[in-house]
């Protein structure tokens, strides 16, 4: 059965750093791409990071470009979250969610989210 | 990026109705168009992948048409369970933008 499973979030003030974990379970987590997504108190859902199975490609939104950095480690099935800078803006759920691809794309599973408020 | 927009942001529906959602994109994704539910304090779930097909275990209520740029998502009878709020997202390109999400609520 497939599991993942977000850690690290918490209170933290603005302009501190931050690293969340996803750890994952029940698949062959070096053979697929992960990503991040987040949610906004109140608000929808933004697409954050994407990293691809053997971490030789990462994408970022706008939003959190050269603050937070993705990766991953295959050999433990975990991926992270650096936040670095945080701004009161990055205060939300954070979500890790497979992709799984079977002629089209789509995130199969989804982590229960770990928050981060970002509060002086 | 492609912009994802769903209409209507929120309706109202009793049991049992046929509800039916929108999801348009600024440019053609073919059929590279999910759905996922969310329920209040919950990760979404998978409902739709690939336009219309439907992700195991979802209801047959459930169903996905369209391609290009106009998508629709219908619920033929709507069920207590389904009072949630449904967004779309685009696989065609990164990054996988989401639709603002539509709040089906209990009329």
């Known amino acids: 059965q497939v599991h993942l499973v977000e850690s690290g979030g918490g209170v933290v003030q603005p302009g501190r750093s931050l690293r969340l974990s996803c750890a994952a379970s029940?698949?062959?987590?070096?053979?697929?791409?992960l990503h991040w997504v987040r949610q906004a108190p109140g608000k929808g859902l933004e697409w954050v990071a994407v990293?691809?199975?053997?971490?030789?490609?990462?994408y970022y939104a706008d939003s959190v470009k050269g603050r937070f950095t993705i990766s991953r480690d295959n050999s433990n099935n975990t991926l992270y979250l650096q936040m670095n800078s945080l701004r009161a803006e990055d205060t939300a759920v954070y979500y890790c969610?497979?992709?799984?691809?079977?002629?089209?794309?789509?995130?199969?599973?989804w982590g229960q989210g770990t928050q981060v408020t970002v509060s002086s | 990026d492609i912009q994802m927009t769903q209409s209507p942001s929120s309706l109202s529906a009793s049991l049992g109705d046929r509800v039916t959602i929108t999801c348009r994109a600024s440019q053609s994704i073919s059929n590279y168009l999910n759905w996922y539910q969310q329920k209040a304090g919950k990760a979404p779930d998978l409902l739709i992948y690939?336009?219309?097909s439907l992700q195991s275990g979802v209801p047959s209520r459930f169903s996905g048409s369209g391609s290009g740029t106009h998508f629709t998502l219908t619920i033929s009878v709507l069920q207590p369970e389904d009072f949630a709020t449904y967004y779309c997202q685009q696989s065609y390109s990164t990054p996988r933008t989401f639709g603002q999400g539509t709040k089906v609520e209990i009329k």
């Open positions: 690939a336009a219309s």
């Open positions: 969610a497979r992709e799984s691809w079977s002629g089209y794309f789509y995130f199969d599973y």
């Open positions: 990293i691809s199975s053997d971490a030789s490609n990462k």
């Open positions: 029940g698949f062959t987590f070096s053979t697929y791409i």
